[in-house]
């Protein structure tokens, strides 16, 4: 008895429908709305007022708040990490709020520009003028928009708060970051 060609056959209909149903799938997400898309980076974490890179500047000197700038990649994984597990934690955002103002930049974008002090450049350039060399990066400049220090990579958000703290107590003209956490703990 030889059965193999009703056996093949009758995997025919399944597989045009898998087909479909995959092709389906995929337009779904093409036409998602962007918040949809766990794939994109750019996208920030909701309870922060998220400025424009300029805009954040002079906000920060207008306030006297030091500035905050997440430098990112959209494709990064690590950036959307750090948006969902640590700029969307309660305790990070309520610091974060009475102490700093928060922007960021896509390190990849070389076609928009933005004006810092005397120079025009791309975000790209900029991120890049600010240390960023792998993404994500956090960039901390005081209210004049001085360089304080720049952290790169993925951290905690426990970990995040203390860097907080050590910036926004201004600790760190005192104090290297070990002695901080040494002194207050």
């Known amino acids: ?70 430098v990112y990649a959209a494709w990064c994984p690590w950036c959307r990490r750090l948006q969902r597990e640590v700029y969307a934690h309660d305790e990070v955002q309520a610091y974060i709020r009475g ?10 974008n070389t076609a928009d520009s933005l004006r810092f002090r005397d120079y025009t450049l791309t975000p790209s350039e900029m991120a890049a003028g600010l240390g960023a060399s792998g993404f994500p990066t956090t960039v901390f400049l005081d209210e004049a928009g001085q360089y304080i220090t720049r952290l790169p990579g993925f951290i905690t958000a426990p970990d995040f708060l203390d860097v907080l703290h050590y910036i926004g107590s201004e600790a760190f003209l005192d104090f290297t970051f070990e002695e901080y956490l040494g002194e207050s703990e």
């Open 1 to 70: 008895m030889h059965r193999t060609g009703s056996f093949a056959g009758s995997f025919t209909a399944p597989r045009a429908w898998r087909g479909l149903v995959c092709l389906l799938a995929c337009a779904a997400y093409l036409y998602a709305p962007p918040r949809a898309h766990a794939q994109d980076a750019s996208v920030a974490a909701e309870g922060l007022d998220w400025k424009a890179f300029e805009e954040a500047v002079a906000e920060a000197e207008a306030q006297d708040k030091k500035l905050i700038v997440d």
């Open 99 to 108: 102490r700093f103002v928060v922007t960021r930049l896509d390190a990849e």
